[in-house]
């Protein structure tokens, strides 16, 4: 039900994602397996993010800190998704400093796994991109770069949303950036 429901989340239908995720919960409710607690989390913050994308903002706060209350994660790398998701509610919120706190520390703990932490990469230069700040050009073209290799449909997507970013930038540095994510996204 969770990778169901972040498929529906990365497709546009966050409606129809928490509906998924809250059956997810309803089938969790209860459990005693050892593995339940860190699920509970990763439904929370899933349900964060749908009803961040529906303008639920009170409700995506909610969910957000249920998810993170006492999660604990069973690998770095999860630690590392579970900030991601989180640095994506924020950016949803509005939350630009929040944002920028959680993916800087996915990116950081990630490494160099391009395969998931390209996502990672991306969502920093675009926050980078939209602050106006000069580093967010090189960030940008990292993760173009970081993309170019992978078959990943939905990193092309993401490097899409770069692409706009880019275009609000003043200067044809960032014009050209756009234009090459543009060409990788296609």
Known sequence: MRQAGMMLIDRGQPN?????????QVRLHGSTHPGAPV???WLHVETALAQAKMGQVGEARSALAAARDGYDPPTTHAQA?????TALVWLELGQTDAAQAAVA???????ADRREGVVADITLARLHVRAGEPRGLILAKTAIDGVAPLRSRLARQWLTLLAQDLETR???DAHDLARAARQVAA
């Open 39 to 41: 699920v509970a989390s």
């Open 170 to 172: 003043p200067g044809s």
């Open 81 to 85: 998704d579970m900030d991601l998701v």
């Open 105 to 111: 520390r996915a990116v950081q703990t990630f490494g």
């Open 16 to 24: 129809n994602a928490l509906k998924i995720i809250q059956l997810g």
